[in-house]
């Protein structure tokens, strides 16, 4: 762990957060920003009203005890005690303001925040920047703080706000003992709070650091407590007995983090706090001692001893805990600074999605990769080296492969979600990087083994495929139809409108089988809304084998004339493909119909015959049918 307690270059990136903070105030708009600001103000000054009039008042009470009932002088306190009592009641009648300024200030910057959240974790047409770690970290500290994480951006904005009231009083406190006594004692009182207060804040600053620091080990912990926790791994947990396994790794996990975080504690509260906190005493005990002295050899009258004592109190409270901005500008900063990361690399990402030709209506005869070669981040081998294919429009085009083949990489370049380190891939002699990106993938319709399952109705989430489409009722209908799901519209209680999870009043839970064809009428909702490009990825995975059959059967006829890519490891279900192409290891091995590539006797010949036994084994009814 570096050492913490290191003001140079970290204070110096704080103070640029800081600014940047207050740069971005007016974004909050310049009224309500005016009035906040002028309200602190106003805040920052009536305590010092308050405190001269209660003095004036003190001093105004021996001559008025003397002077009697209705005297002048007695009426003297009594204007002293309307003017104390005035200020202190605008003081409170001002805090339920400032607080509905605080929550509108902070829901309209966090309000912005998530936009921008949104624009920087999506600004990227591929998906390699979120699998960067030091991405993958910032972006889960800002959505963390925006998803109500303790405090957030827009604390961290209003909260900034707040302190001007808390240093304007300080200020004029100071201000006040030096008019009314001396200059020096009341920069003595305010150079000791201020010291004292900056030592605070930096600890906390550190303590902030430190738990950066150990922010994965603190989301190992919360990964074990959640696994333990949730439904999702109840079932393994049990059957495996992995319960003190788990409980054992939060707590190696837990105590890791807390030892990162007491480390911090110490260097930065005990270390710097105790020298500080002398000088403050210091200072304050030195000048209050010298203002008793004068006092009490009659050298400053009733009125200033009590002004003084008071004025020189309030500016030492500079150094307390600020309950409505210290929390908030601290950790609140946290996700503003994991924002402002992830957005200093936006325009780098963007780049990736430049492109000024318009892929509309496109491709009309062919997409071919040409000598492309792919690795991911990280690894030491390529996933395709050299790789060359021509996928002819409108024709059926069956992948095949073990396990690691390459398969998912391959579509995954084709739909720009990542791009070639070498060669390219073009669409009628175009590079696709010649694309905007977003146009291009709008061209793709692609549903991949991993396909999401949205808690949302049945509606969006075929209608998802093509959201200008999701209000139509009879497109929706027309993919599920063809995707083999229309039975399950019709079981469910409340049709297209029927959320597909049991955590909603009314929802209903799908098998895998279900789920998958809910996938693939969502891809062909795509093609619905113009994508002419429809890519199926091991889509019938969670289908049994005679369903799976009976799928690709009729999937291929439906889809006839289309420019369709299907991927699978189990060479028995994609013979009625136009073609045939075999990976392994990135490269293809075998191209050619499903009847082609059986009479050469080569690897698909092999590997078909095996699974095709296999399957027939297990249902032999399905013999006629493979045939």
Not at 358 to 367: C, M, W
Not at 398 to 415: E, F, R, W
Not at 549 to 559: G, I
């Amino acid at each position: 762990m570096r050492r913490p307690f290191g003001i140079s270059s970290e204070f110096r990136g704080h103070l640029v957060t800081r600014l940047a903070i207050l740069r971005e105030l007016p974004l909050i708009g310049w009224p309500t920003l005016v009035v906040a600001v002028f309200l602190q103000l106003i805040a920052g000054l009536l305590p010092v009203g308050f405190i001269i009039s209660t003095s004036v008042l003190i001093g105004r009470v021996p001559a008025a005890i003397h002077a009697g009932a209705g005297s002048t002088e007695a009426h003297g306190v009594e204007i002293a005690l309307i003017f104390a009592a005035g200020f202190f009641i605008v003081q409170q009648s001002l805090a339920p303001l400032q607080a509905l300024l605080t929550t509108r200030i902070t829901r309209r910057f966090d309000g912005i925040a998530r936009d921008r959240l949104m624009r920087a974790s999506f600004a990227s047409a591929g998906i390699a920047p979120l699998e960067d770690p030091k991405r993958v970290e910032a972006l889960g500290q800002a959505a963390e703080s925006l998803l109500g994480f303790w405090v957030s951006p827009g604390d961290a904005c209003a909260g900034t706000i707040a302190l001007v009231s808390r240093y304007i009083t300080a200020v004029a406190m100071a201000v006040v003992v030096g008019y009314a006594y001396s200059w020096p004692i009341g920069l003595l009182l305010l150079a000791g709070g201020l010291t004292l207060r900056f030592v605070w804040r930096h600890a906390l600053t550190v303590l902030d650091d430190g738990a950066r620091l150990a922010w994965h080990h603190w989301m190992r912990a919360e990964y074990f407590r959640n696994l333990g926790l949730g439904s999702g791994a109840a079932k393994e947990i049990r059957i495996f007995a992995l319960v003190g396994l788990l409980r054992s790794r939060y707590r190696e996990a837990s105590v890791e983090y807390l030892r990162h975080y007491w480390e911090a504690r110490w260097q930065g509260y005990i270390r710097p706090f105790i020298p500080a906190a002398l000088f403050t005493m210091v200072a304050a005990s030195a000048s209050l001692a010298l203002v008793g002295h004068a006092a009490s050899r009659g050298q400053i009258s009733i009125q200033t001893l009590a002004l003084v004592i008071q004025a020189a109190l309030a500016t030492a409270q500079v150094a307390s805990w600020y309950p409505e901005s210290d929390g908030q500008t601290q950790f609140g900063m946290r996700g503003y600074d994991a924002l402002r990361e992830l957005e200093s690399t936006r325009v780098d990402d963007e780049s990736d999605a430049a492109g000024s030709r318009d892929p509309a209506g496109l491709p009309l005869r062919e997409i071919r990769f040409e000598g492309v070669t792919f690795a991911y981040p990280g690894a030491a081998d390529p996933v395709l080296s050299g790789f060359d294919l021509t996928i002819r429009i409108g024709t059926s085009l069956a992948i095949v492969g073990l396990n690691g083949a390459g398969k998912t990489t391959l579509v995954k370049l084709l739909a720009r979600l990542y791009d070639p380190q070498q060669g390219r891939i073009t669409c009628d002699g175009i590079d696709v990087r010649e694309f905007p990106a977003a146009a291009w993938q709008r061209r793709i319709a692609a549903i991949f083994q991993d396909f999401l399952h949205y808690e949302l109705p049945l509606r969006d989430n075929v209608g998802f495929g093509a959201i200008e489409l999701v209000e139509d009722e009879a497109a929706i209908t027309r993919a599920l139809s063809r995707g083999g799901a229309l039975a399950l519209r019709d079981s469910l209680g409340r049709g297209l409108d029927t959320p597909l999870s049991r955590a909603y009043e009314g929802g209903s839970e799908l098998s895998g089988g279900q789920w998958q064809r809910v996938a693939i009428a969502r891809a062909l909702m795509a093609v619905e809304g113009g994508a002419s490009v429809l890519v199926l990825d091991e889509p019938t995975a969670n289908l049994d084998v005679r369903a799976e059959v009976e799928f690709f059967a009729r999937f291929l006829e439906l889809t006839k004339g289309l420019t369709t890519i299907v991927i699978s490891h189990r060479f028995s279900t994609v013979r009625r493909a136009d073609r045939v192409v075999v990976l392994e290891r990135g490269q293809i091995v075998e191209d050619g119909s499903h009847d082609e590539l059986v009479a050469l006797g080569g690897r698909y010949a092999e590997l078909f015959e095996l699974q095709a036994a296999r399957f027939v084994d297990d249902d032999p009814g399905l013999e006629q049918e493979l045939a």
